[in-house]
């Protein structure tokens, strides 16, 4: 099994040599300003690891979702988008589920009828929830899985059976709701925010299908998150670090407090591990309500790790024993905590370590989790120079990126392209990636959250120097100009590019770059 792959990555010679080799409009950019709301999701296939694994089973393949072929399925599907996006957005908040749970109440609490797997946390959780859903499918249950933000398209936020929502279902279930939103609305003092619909939408599809299983991450927080109006039997607690600290609190103890509200009477909590702060909330809490308790580190944990082509070899001991030759198509030290958590929370939600004395199937366990993907996650999406996709939008998740990259990747020169929200913490972001960025070339997405490039390039100077900054406005212009400062050392020489700093400019970089 080969250690690491060459420097830069693996070469391919099918690749186009530079950016403007590749097919698009000449005002690909523009394009995306215009129907952002509109991207299409294009969930990456990683590349299995070793020659064994590949014999064992083939490499992960994901549904590719398009925009609908029926000119009249594309335009119902912009419609419901349209209307949406009339909605409280996402970051404008009232700390209350009174309005979604007025939306349950009058849908008959579909939450309730079947049970479901809670995710909070600063870091990690839609990756942990895809790896929590490829292990339930694999013990043939059907799932639902409710995540957010998108990457391309709106889509992609409800899953069924390991799949995003099709597009005529997703209006089906849109119309379906949407009389009994328009009522809530006109009861209360605020309409049904954009995420609150989105949530319902997601439960009263979950309840429709039906599902076996939910696993929901909420949106922010947890106590007073739209999606906390389940009672879910396994409560999962990913990393906890500064970020929302306007609105969750200015330490990972008070910001935990928060999160903690997604613990339930006499549920299981998979505690990734924390710091010493937050674990003192989160273990109070769970005594409160009689919870039992897992935690990273003490009942499972990440026994070893190896690099492997394409990923990570890695063995887990879960709450039933150890799991050994687990392939994880995914790269960092992280993704393999991610992997221990969400193995934990299934066995939990199996009864294993309690009712349950015999551990899981290890095949099935591998087989599920050499299936995992997650797009936007240190995904490799252009060759020669090698070019990286990664959603970290804070410091916590820029610092286990860098590491992952240095870790796998034998980069001579890193070009990074940043696209931050203007209310993230923008110079820890910065800071993080400072060391392993030979030169940053600082741009802006789309969205009105999206810091103006020039105010991100001051914070860039001052964090890199005047002479390692360049400012490209255009997210297509930023990208060209990395990959020809990467290219600036030679064919071989090692060169490569990280585009970063928000989801939303890895969903946009995605389609420039033809993966949408």
Known sequence: MSDLPPAGGPSDDSEPDSFDDQEREPDAFDGIVEEETNRDPDLAVIEAGSRTLRAQSAPPQAEVPARPEDPEVDRALREVEAELATRWGETKLDPSVSRIQALMDILGD???SYPS?????TNGKTSTARMIEALLGAFELRTGRYTSPHVQSITERISLDGAPMTAERFIETYQDIKPYVEMVDAQGDFRLSFFEVLTGMAYAAFAD?????AVVEVGMGGTWDATNVIDADVAVITPIDLDHTDRLGGTPGEIAGEKSGVIKQDATVI????????????LKKAVEVNATVAREGMEFGVVERQLAVGGQLVTLRGLGGEYDQIFLPLHGAHQAHNAAVALAAVEAFFGVGGARVEPLDADTVRKAFASVVSPGRLEVVRKSPTVLLDAAHNPAGARVTAEAISEVFGFSRLIGVVGASGDKDVRGLLEAFEPIFAEIVVTQNSTPRSMDADELAAVAVEVFGDERVQVEPRLDDAIEAAITLAEEEGEYAGGGVLVTGSVITVGEARLLLGRG
Not at 271 to 282: R, Y
């Open 271 to 282: 505690l990734a591990q924390q710091p010493v702060d937050a674990a003192q909330v989160l």
């Open 117 to 121: 797997i809670h995710l909070t946390g």
């Open 110 to 112: 579909p939450q309730r």
């Open 209 to 213: 299908a039906p599902v076996d299983v």
